[in-house]
């Protein structure tokens, strides 16, 4: 099995992705933006968060219905959790984790491919 880690900057915040990430996604929606992250999308199953979950701070905005986690004492952006969206619509039978592939420990971003998705215009 494949493991790979993640933390914020100062380490409060630790999660582990089980499976190889081999793709990462830059939305263009304005949150994303701002943050400049890189998602890799999981299975809920395929996540796990090793900080107990009281200790996240979580942004929701405009349908709530996208949690974006980060860290309360140093602000990195570390995961969200939502429906998937890939049909256009929210799929609550089928959640998604997105992890921020920046927060990744010993991962080279320049290994995988990027795919662009025009959140501005989507949501």
Not at 3 to 20: K, Q
Not at 100 to 109: E, I, Q, Y
Request: with cysteine.
């Amino acid at each position: 099995m494949t493991i790979i880690s993640g933390s914020c900057h100062c380490g409060a915040t630790r999660f582990e992705v089980l499976e190889p990430v081999t793709e990462v996604v830059a939305c263009t929606c304005s949150i994303c933006s701002k943050r400049g992250a890189l998602w890799s999308y999981h299975k809920p199953a395929q996540f796990r968060l090793l900080t107990p979950r009281e200790s996240l701070s979580t942004y929701r905005w405009q349908s709530r219905m996208v949690a974006h986690h980060f860290c309360g004492n140093c602000g990195c952006t570390t995961y969200t959790e939502s429906p998937d969206w890939s049909s256009g619509e929210p799929d609550f039978d089928n959640p998604k984790v997105a992890v921020n592939a920046r927060a990744l420990d010993d991962f080279d971003l320049t290994a995988v491919p990027v795919t662009v998705i025009d959140g501005k215009n989507l949501w």
